[in-house]
């Protein structure tokens, strides 16, 4: 393995990447030692990344994500130094800012304002370049009555604030985020999210780890998707996470069809009410048959959702089962979501939220109609809700409105002033 300083500042560059991590054992070392010794074999291990390889541009913001084990933080690990490949080249242009744990890069021991001093020499600055940041840090991570304590006392969310304000405000070439930000408060997250916008209209480097799929909408236009050590997708990140989501999607419906539950779904259909495609804006239909072993009143839970089991609506309805096949049906009608592949996920509750059928997803919903438009980066879109909108603007020299519709994913009145 190499490892490179050589390239344009910002860029990164990781061929043939392998890391591989040894199991765990309760033995002590020298007892290990020694076993190898006489076995004269090295000990196995798991494959953690397996072959990856990765061109970031100067400037670019990628998201990388994937399941737990997946290799996401491994990767991001292995960027940063904190970790060595056991084989594979990179080629690392310029400095690094990294926040990957809520501690990365702090002392306990030592004060917020030392932290500082010493994460920014770290990083090639001269103490009166980090005092020049100084205060900006200070306000960022809103310690200015605790600057001087020591870390150690401070809180999980005290060290994330912290941390994220040094690793951004030094103005790395390179910014590494891994999930900590999760430890934030819904406020500070939307601070870090436009920290990160401003870091990247300087050209600053970023790479995203995150689970939460609109905070990657947010800040990345491309998206690799990692599992089980092997890139899977590599590419823009509306079509990425599509692909996750249904490979979320497929892994859940087969653990799904594993239990053995006493209500059961044997068959949905989804149209509109001539039979056609679901449709923007048109009527829905669902037909549900259930399968039950047992009789009496279930609360039946009917979402929709783009993958996660997180659904953007849920519809919940009283029903009486008998022993046997329930046919039901349900209609929406004005389905309010945009073009795109959605899943439609079902869940059966007895007295006292007894699990009669788990919350599963239960088959695809392929809707046409307008397509979904982003959000401006640094802002998240927790759903995507097609409202229809019509604006009126007058210019301060206008003396008439001029309106256009508009059909998306958001829905905005501009009043004039």
């Not at 953690?48 to 994937?66: C, F, K, S, Y």
């Amino acid at each position: 393995m190499s490892r490179s300083q050589a390239a344009l500042p910002g860029s990164v560059s990781a061929t043939h990447i392998w890391k591989r991590y040894r199991p765990d054992s309760r033995r002590s070392v020298v007892q290990e030692t020694l076993s190898a010794i006489r076995r004269r074999q090295r000990r196995r291990g798991r494959w953690v990344l397996r072959d990856v390889e990765l061109e970031v541009q100067p400037g670019e913001a990628v998201a990388l994500i994937g399941l737990n084990g997946s290799g996401k933080s491994t990767l991001l690990k292995v960027l940063a130094g904190v970790t060595h490949p056991n084989a594979g080249q990179l080629d690392i242009g310029g400095r690094i800012g990294a926040l990957i744990e809520v501690r990365s890069g702090i002392h306990p021991d030592l004060s917020g304002r030392e932290n500082a001093l010493f994460y920014g020499t770290a990083l090639g600055l001269s103490r009166r370049q980090v005092m020049d940041r100084f205060d900006d840090i200070v306000d960022f991570a809103e310690l200015s009555g605790a600057i001087d304590r020591q870390v150690k006392f401070y809180s999980s969310g005290m060290q994330m604030r912290l941390g994220f304000s040094i690793a951004a405000f030094l103005e790395p070439d390179i910014l590494l985020v891994d999930e900590a930000l999760a430890v934030g408060d819904v406020g500070f997250q939307q601070r870090c999210l436009e920290r990160m916008k401003d870091v990247l209209n300087q050209g600053t480097t970023l790479i995203f780890v995150s689970h939460d799929m609109a905070a990657v909408e947010a800040m990345c236009q491309r998206t690799v998707w990692l599992d089980d050590g092997v890139i899977r997708s590599d590419g823009p990140t509306a079509d990425t996470l599509g692909r996750y989501r249904v490979g979320l999607e497929e892994k859940a419906a087969l653990l799904a069809r594993l239990l053995d539950d006493p209500v059961r779904m044997t068959q949905l259909s989804a149209t509109s009410i001539d039979e056609a495609l679901p449709e923007t804006g048109r009527p829905l239909l669902l037909g549900l048959t259930l399968a039950s072993e047992m009789s009496g009143p279930v609360d039946l839970c009917v979402g929709v959702s783009e993958g996660p089991a997180t659904p953007i609506f849920t519809l919940t309805r009283s029903v009486d089962l008998r022993v046997g096949e329930n046919d039901l049906r349900c209609t929406i009608e004005n389905l309010p979501l945009p073009k795109g592949r959605y899943y439609v996920w079902l869940g059966a509750f007895g007295p006292g939220g007894s699990t009669q059928m788990p919350w599963h997803p239960a088959a695809p919903l392929d809707v046409e109609g307008p397509p979904r438009h982003p959000p401006p980066r640094g802002v998240m879109q927790l759903s995507p809700v097609h409202v229809t909108a019509r604006w009126d603007a007058r210019g301060s020299e206008s003396t008439s409105f001029q309106r256009e519709p508009t059909d998306g994913t958001a829905a905005a009145l501009l009043s004039p002033r």
